[in-house]
């Protein structure tokens, strides 16, 4: 049969059918631009899953009232804190304890020690220089805020702290320590103890502060 105009119908069924039909070669390639679209997205979220894992512990305690920035000890503050615990025995604490130095320190003086970090990448990486400077067995790290931890066990506590925590830390140390027990602070003194040894100079200094002496200081009228 022909239609108007003489053209064959079954001509104009096939012409009509043409344009709907999209040719092979636009399909392949729109699903291969879908298909690098699901890729760029996962990338993309996979990046922002991994960002947000490994940020927020170090955002976190930034939110806390009080918080304990991670700056790393230098060589001379060990040297110090090594200093204050000459003659000394029993367990010892590193409060905030970073990357780990403190507590490694100790551990290669003889010390039973322990590490407690909010972050638990640093723990880990404390946990893994423990490991490679072969004290793994006499230092021990755990994640865990300070102020949920009791600290009546240890005989020396290292403490590198900000001044915005020192006299909550101090009243928290007071009530919790044996009177044989000496305090090592780093960077900043404690407000209202009086030290009975000062080492170093500028960022350096460290105050080392006996319960004895400060629980003495307190029954004075």
């Known amino acids: ?49 991994a960002v947000y894992a490994v940020a927020t512990p170090f955002v976190t305690p930034a939110l806390r009232k009080v918080c304990l920035p991670f700056v790393p ?34 551990a290669k003086e003889g010390f039973t020690a322990v590490g407690y970090e909010l972050n638990p990448w640093l723990v880990w990486y404390s946990r893994y220089r423990a490991w490679r400077e072969g004290v793994h067995g006499s230092a021990k790290f755990y994640i865990s805020d300070l102020w949920k931890v009791t600290f009546s066990q240890y005989s020396n506590v290292v ?27 780093c960077r900043f003194p404690f407000p209202h103890w009086t030290p009975d040894h000062v080492t170093g100079e500028g960022i350096d200094t460290v105050w080392a502060y006996d319960a004895s002496t400060f629980r003495g200081l307190e029954k004075r009228p």
Do not use: Y
């Open 1 to 49: 049969m022909e239609g108007g105009g003489g053209i064959p119908l079954e001509t104009l069924k096939e012409e009509s059918q043409s344009r709907h039909v999209l040719p092979a070669s636009f399909e392949a390639n729109s699903l291969q631009k879908s298909n690098w679209g699901f890729l760029l997205t996962g990338l993309v979220g996979g990046t922002l899953v």
């Open 73 to 106: 000890a230098t060589t001379k503050q060990i040297e110090n804190v090594v200093k204050m615990l000459r003659c000394r025995r029993g367990s010892l604490v590193d409060i905030g304890s970073g990357d780990g130095r403190i507590v490694i320190a100790a």
């Open 159 to 185: 403490i590198f702290g900000v001044p915005q925590m020192m006299l909550q830390l101090e009243k928290k140390l007071e009530l919790e320590l044996e009177d044989d027990a000496r305090v090592i602070a």
